[in-house]
C-alpha cells in the first residue's frame, strides 16, 4: 500500500554540521507538511507545500532550518548549522485535500535526529 | 483559536476490557477531529475522523468516537482492548478543511495481560 518515506531514520551528527532530511510523499498527494516532535514541545508544525510551492513555513526557525520541494516526489528539510536543540523526531506528512473535505494527512516513520 | 485538552496523560487497562480516551476541544467554527494512533518509533496512523456527518465515527480496529457539541468532547472507545492497542494516541483538531492540525498532548494507553 500506498506510504510516505522518509530517509534516513536515525541520524547522529555534531553540533555544527549540516542535516538533511528526506521524504516522498505519496504519488498523487499534492501537499506535503513537515512536523517536529519533542517531549517538551509534541508536535509542532514546521512547513506546509501545496502543489511544490511553500504557503506556510511560519513554524520554522528562518535563520537555520530550510525546506524545499525540488520536485513532487521529494521534499527536503535542512538544518545547518544544527544545535543540539534540535535533537527530536522530525515527520513528513503527505495529504491530497478533497474539496469541502476534511484535511487527511499521511505520516511517515520519521527520521530521529541526535545532535550532539 | 483552536485548542485541544486530552484529560489523561496515561491510560491503563487489562486485555479485554474497553478503553476511554477522552479529548475535549475547543474551536470557534465547525471543527474536523481525528484521532491518530502512534506506536513506539512509528509514525502517526490516522484512526478515524469526524467531518460533520455522522456524529458516530468508526475507524479502523475496532475504535470509535462519538462527537459531542454540546460537551465539546471526542472521546474514543473500543469495546475490548487488545495488546496490539498499546501505543500514543492523539486528539487532532482543525477548523473545517483547514490543513492546520492542532494536536492534543497524547495520551498513553498501557494494555495489561
Known amino acids: 500500500d500506498a506510504r510516505v518515506t522518509q530517509t534516513p531514520r536515525h541520524k547522529v551528527t555534531e553540533m555544527g554540521q549540516e542535516v538533511t532530511m528526506r521524504c516522498q510523499p505519496i504519488?498523487?498527494?499534492?501537499?506535503v507538511f513537515w512536523y517536529r516532535q519533542t517531549m517538551m514541545q509534541g508536535l509542532e508544525l514546521l512547513a506546509y507545500?501545496?502543489?511544490?510551492?511553500?504557503?506556510?513555513d511560519s513554524g520554522m526557525p528562518k535563520d537555520r532550518f530550510s525546506a524545499e520541494m525540488p520536485d513532487a516526489t521529494l521534499a527536503t528539510l535542512k538544518i545547518q548549522p544544527s544545535e543540539p536543540r534540535d535533537s527530536a523526531v522530525y515527520f513528513c506528512?503527505?495529504?491530497?485535500?478533497?474539496?469541502?473535505?476534511?484535511?487527511?494527512?499521511?505520516f511517515g516513520p520519521g527520521t530521529r535526529l541526535t545532535v550532539t | 483559536a483552536q485548542s485541544v485538552t486530552q484529560l489523561d496523560s496515561h491510560v491503563s487497562v487489562s486485555e479485554g476490557t474497553p478503553v476511554l480516551l477522552r479529548c475535549n476541544y475547543s474551536s470557534s467554527y465547525s471543527p474536523s477531529l481525528f484521532w491518530y494512533v502512534q506506536h513506539p518509533n512509528k509514525g502517526l496512523q490516522l484512526l478515524l475522523k469526524y467531518t460533520s456527518a455522522a456524529t458516530l465515527v468508526k475507524g479502523i480496529n475496532g475504535f470509535e468516537a462519538e462527537f459531542k457539541k454540546s460537551e465539546t468532547s471526542f472521546h474514543l472507545t473500543k469495546p475490548s482492548a487488545h495488546m496490539s492497542d498499546a501505543a500514543e494516541y492523539f486528539c487532532v483538531v482543525s477548523e473545517g478543511s483547514s490543513y492546520k492540525l492542532i494536536f492534543g498532548s497524547g495520551t498513553r494507553l498501557l494494555v495489561r495481560p
Open positions: 507545500f501545496r502543489n511544490r510551492a511553500p504557503l506556510d
Open positions: 504519488l498523487g498527494h499534492n501537499t
Open positions: 506528512a503527505s495529504g491530497l485535500p478533497g474539496q469541502g473535505e476534511s484535511y487527511e494527512q499521511y
